[in-house]
């Protein structure tokens, strides 16, 4: 189970990399980019078009119109730029988990 979430997490986190990067590309069109920006917003929005407490049908929402919008996106998009941008958010989570930490000069405290 744990395995599976990782996965997801990691699918997720790579899509939405994807996605940043397709909008801050120059080669994406403006109206392409008005679409990206709904599509961040939906997302990351805490208001469902259908209330999740609300058994099955609550969570229909998620399931069907996040790929939905994806597919939009994908559609709308240039597959060069798409392909570009895969590339780089694969690269970029390739990168060790500590490559934001501040180095200091000197001995560690406590040496």
Do not use: H
């Given at each position: 189970?744990?395995?599976?979430?990782?996965?997801a997490?990691?699918?997720v986190?790579?899509?939405?990399?994807?996605?940043r990067?397709a909008?801050d590309?120059?080669?994406?069109p403006k109206?392409?980019?008005g679409?990206?920006?709904?599509?961040?917003?939906?997302f990351?929005?805490p208001?469902?078009l259908i209330?999740?407490?609300?058994p099955?049908?609550?969570?229909?929402?998620?399931i069907i119109?996040f790929?939905?919008r994806?597919l939009?996106v994908?559609r709308?998009?240039?597959?060069?730029?798409?392909?570009?941008?895969?590339?780089r958010?694969?690269e970029?989570l390739?990168?060790p988990?500590?490559?934001?930490?501040?180095?200091?000069?000197?001995?560690a405290?406590?040496?």
């Open positions: 189970m744990l395995s599976v979430l990782k996965r997490y990691r699918w986190n790579l899509e939405v990399r994807v996605y990067f909008y590309d120059p080669r994406t109206k392409d980019k679409l990206l920006r709904f599509v961040f917003v939906c990351l929005s208001i469902d209330p999740d407490f609300i099955i049908i609550g969570i229909l929402d998620e119109l790929p939905g994806r939009i994908r709308l998009v240039a597959n060069e730029v798409i392909a570009d941008c895969r590339r958010a694969e970029d390739a990168l988990a500590s490559r934001g930490t501040r180095q200091t000069s000197g001995p405290p406590g040496e």
